[in-house]
């Protein structure tokens, strides 16, 4: 019989890293706004520290989705909701990879160390330059404005399927909506 719900580890897993982008989405747009000055480094700081936790779980997510495979949709869907269902999450997943990659990139060009946690140092990946890091700013920015867009249409996905269609989408994330 094929689960009718995420592991607790994958629920675990999606509410934590949904939980750090909601934090690291509004700080990194709050940054920009700010004038330099010690507390902007620190934010960045805060930023690049969420960046990098949201990078390691995902990769753990990665793992974990591969060998746990997610339960599957209920028969009622249609399958081209089913089909937009998995691009979607392939997409989410795939943002959330290459946002915390293109800020790692954009930090290296722009030559600012990451220091996780302000004690262990992650190597930048390129040589200091003003050019490309000017364009890995632009990339980063797209890309967590594509993760917005996404995001939404994942919150509306599941608040359609729990308050429209009235099925069993959304207990698969969230075991106290399931119906015994």
Known sequence: MKPVAYTRT??????????????????????????????KLKLYAWHKWLGVTVFA???LRVVWRLTHPAPPLPASIPAWQQRAAHVLHGLLYLLMLAIPLSGWLMSSAKG???????????????????????????LHTWLNYSLIALLLAHVGAALKHQLIDRDAVLGRMLPGLRKH
């Open 112 to 138: 600012f160390q990451t220091v996780y946690l302000g004690v262990l140092p992650i190597p930048d990946l390129l040589a200091k330059d003003a050019a490309l890091a000017e364009t890995l700013a632009a």
């Open 57 to 59: 779980l995902v990769v």
């Open 10 to 39: 994958a629920i675990a897993l999606h509410w934590l890293t949904a939980a750090l982008i909601l934090a690291a989405l509004p700080l990194g747009l709050t940054l920009t706004e700010l004038a330099l000055s010690p507390t």
